[in-house]
């Protein structure tokens, strides 16, 4: 019993983290002329817009912008950079107290 709610935990804890690997991000905080790639070319943007993976950030001279991904890593869009959306974010992530501590996350086995 208990060997199948651990199991059960583990399975739980890996979809978890594999549903969030195609996150979105939102580009917010706009500043002067921000523009957009969504493979299509760039287009301007002045209002907080949803990003998907692949879309591409640039800032015009005097523009700034800053892409939030859904784990809260926010990653500033200055001029003369390209900033591309990924999948998941560029920041560091690190396991909460409850997942270390009860053993729960990707990292789980039985044995």
Do not use: H, W
Not at 19 to 39: M, S, Y
Not at 48 to 71: M, N
Request: charged letters at 15%; a neutral charge; proline letters at 4%.
């Amino acid at each position: 019993m208990i060997l199948r709610l651990f199991m059960t935990m583990c399975f739980m804890a890996l979809a978890m983290s594999m549903g969030a690997t195609a996150q979105a991000a939102t580009l917010d905080g706009i500043e002067g002329t921000v523009l957009v790639n969504r493979g299509s070319g760039y287009v301007s943007v002045i209002y907080a817009t949803q990003l998907q993976p692949g879309d591409s950030v640039v800032a015009k001279p005097g523009g700034r912008g800053q892409i939030i991904y859904e784990d809260g890593c926010v990653v500033t869009v200055s001029p003369g950079s390209v900033e591309s959306v990924g999948s998941r974010s560029s920041c560091k992530t690190t396991a909460t107290f409850a997942e270390t501590r009860m053993g729960v996350g990707p990292a789980c086995s039985a044995g």
